[in-house]
């Protein structure tokens, strides 16, 4: 009998956990997935938070006798989360390696050193480690990680105050922080939103009026040319955007984009079984609502825990499709 070729292949995905597990609380505080952090418990590996996860679908399951709604949010998947993302990564890399090249200590940067940041303000105000952890299927919760510190930029001579250096994490969504003191939050899409020039509006910005002068005189037999002029040259030479607040900025658009949103209503003698949509998940971040309610033996009605899974999608990056923030 001919020997078998049991070679692995250099084209082989990694072996990966791809159905997460989590259980939501009822709260009317939002919580929060991080993917990345998620995929390190349960695979016993490293991931970067910079990552846009691929994610096929999620699946609610719910008690009997329960209602409420479900909201499944993400960062947009837009040029400015992208570009936002970038930026703020850069100069968060930029700072740390001239103050270790300064001090000629390359070699102690942490092995892990990583860019991770909040998805909002309402996400940089949740518990420690702020993102649910994982369960596996008979409800036994992972153990946290070890260390999973969102990343901190230093702002010397904050506010204009020589020698007052302060410390910020980041987010992406809406505004800085409004909690006073130290360790608050600081935007980067405001922040990139202020790094940057505007376009020209309108556009074309003409010195004068094309639609009056020699050359339109000269030729404008039927007295028409004027208002047709008029109309190519002032139509729509504005922006189809709002030129100074950038989509996700304080205001515009602060708010997380939506996946799926779902209201049900369970029976009293079986589990609820729903499904919603997937998508990209910029940063593996997802905001989580859930204002679900059981009620049993007609007494009044008390807030419920859901367990919601999350199906992740084989890929080639370390047994996931997930590719980096700088390609998004």
């Not at 990966?16 to 990345?36: G, Q």
């Not at 949010?73 to 090249?101: D, F, H, I, Y």
């Not at 940063?283 to 419920?304: A, F, I, R, Y």
Request: hydrophobic residues 35%; contains cysteine; charged residues 20%.
């Amino acid at each position: 009998m001919a020997k078998r070729n049991y070679r692995k292949s250099s084209k082989k995905i990694q072996n990966a956990v791809y159905t997460a597990r989590f259980t939501i609380p009822s709260s009317s505080s939002p919580t929060y997935l991080d993917l990345s952090a998620a995929a390190c418990i349960l695979n016993r590996r490293f991931y970067r938070q910079g990552l846009q996860w691929a994610v096929s679908g999620f699946t609610l399951i719910a008690p009997t006798s329960t209602s409420g709604t479900i909201e499944i949010k993400k960062l947009p998947t837009n040029w400015v989360v992208s570009n936002a993302w970038e930026k703020g990564m850069r100069a968060w890399m930029r700072q740390q390696n001239e103050a270790l090249e300064q001090a000629s200590s390359q070699s102690v940067k942490g092995k892990f050193n990583d860019f991770k940041i909040f998805a909002d303000e309402a996400h940089f105000g949740t518990p420690v480690p702020h993102f649910l952890l994982p369960k596996d299927g008979d409800d036994n919760t992972f153990k946290p990680p070890q260390e999973w510190l969102h990343s901190v930029v230093a702002v010397p001579n904050d506010d204009g105050n020589v020698g007052s250096t302060v410390k910020y994490r980041l987010h992406m969504m809406g505004d800085d922080t409004a909690i006073v003191g130290s360790n608050n939050s600081r935007s980067l899409i405001k922040a990139y939103q202020e790094s940057r020039s505007v376009p020209q509006s309108p556009d074309p910005s003409s010195p004068g009026n094309a639609s009056i002068g020699l050359y339109v005189d000269m030729f404008n037999d039927g007295m028409a040319d004027t208002e047709i002029i008029a109309n190519a040259e002032f139509r729509n030479d504005e922006l189809p955007y709002d030129q100074d607040e950038y989509p996700g900025s304080k205001n515009n658009g602060a708010g997380m984009e939506l996946v799926d949103t779902m209201s049900y209503n369970t029976g009293v003698t079986s589990l609820g079984k729903f499904h919603l949509n997937g998508g990209s998940f910029p940063c593996g971040l997802v905001k989580l609502s859930n204002d679900s309610e059981q009620t049993v033996d007609g007494g009044l009605p008390q807030p419920v825990s859901v367990d919601l899974l999350v199906h992740l999608v084989p890929g080639s990056h370390r047994g996931y499709m997930a590719e980096s923030m700088v390609d998004m």
